[in-house]
T-cell receptor, first 114, second 114 residues
């Protein structure tokens, strides 16, 4: 079974600075998808970014980018120019190719310091 | 507007009193799923459905039932709730298939079982 590990329960960053959230996963599959979800205080699950394992290029969405290291099974999220609205719980998630189920990590709570 | 809705958003009940949490999506998605979120554990899948009348267990199905009689609806049933089912519940849906489609989450239902 696949597992997803987020080793940083809490992180904090100064406003306008850059922060990187870590995620590692364990799988024997070669084709899969990886996601970062944001959960603000409203509790809504919001997709931040997704990465297809077959793509070598790292995904980018505005201030959010990932560092996908397939051999190391690592999928970190970098948030540039942090804003107060980025404060949230962030979840890393794994999905097999051909299977809709998401396997989540335990989350990292990000605090933005004004 | 494309969305997944859940009702109720908040529910406080007592042990043993049957309850149903409804989930509905308006995107004609084939795949629907229920997750529960607990502190320090992330989100874990309870049940999922690949299509009408097709359901299967996720990682933590004990104490829950589901049904899928219509494509848009996927209710979660707790026939005899217990305090260990106190949690935050999310319904999610996606198009299905092997395309790595994004899952859309409902707003969550906070359940407390006394």
């Amino acid at each position: 079974a696949q597992t997803v590990t987020q080793s940083q329960p809490e992180m904090s960053v100064q406003e306008a600075e850059t922060v990187t959230l870590s995620c590692t996963y364990d799988t024997s599959e070669s084709d899969y998808y990886l996601f970062w979800y944001k959960q603000p205080p409203s509790r809504q699950m919001i997709l931040v970014i997704r990465q297809e394992a077959y793509k070598q290029q790292n995904a980018t969405e505005n201030r959010f980018s990932v560092n996908f290291q397939k051999a190391a099974k690592s999928f970190s999220l970098k948030i540039s120019d942090s804003q107060l609205g980025d404060a949230a719980m962030y979840f890393c998630a794994y999905r097999s190719y051909g299977n809709e189920k998401l396997t989540f990590g335990t989350g990292t709570r990000l605090t933005i310091i004004p | 507007e494309a969305q997944v809705t859940q009702n109720p958003r908040y529910l406080i009940t007592v042990t043993g009193k049957k309850l149903t949490v409804t989930c509905s999506q308006n995107m004609n998605h084939e795949y629907m799923s229920w997750y529960r979120q607990d502190p320090g554990l992330g989100l874990r899948q309870i049940y999922y459905s690949m299509n009408v009348e097709v359901t299967d267990k996720g990682d933590v199905p004990e104490g829950y039932k589901v049904s899928r009689k219509e494509k848009r609806n996927f209710p979660l049933i707790l026939e005899s709730p217990s305090p260990n089912q106190t949690s935050l519940y999310f319904c999610a849906s996606s198009l299905g298939g092997i395309g790595g489609d994004t899952q859309y989450f409902g707003p969550g239902t906070r359940l407390t079982v006394l």
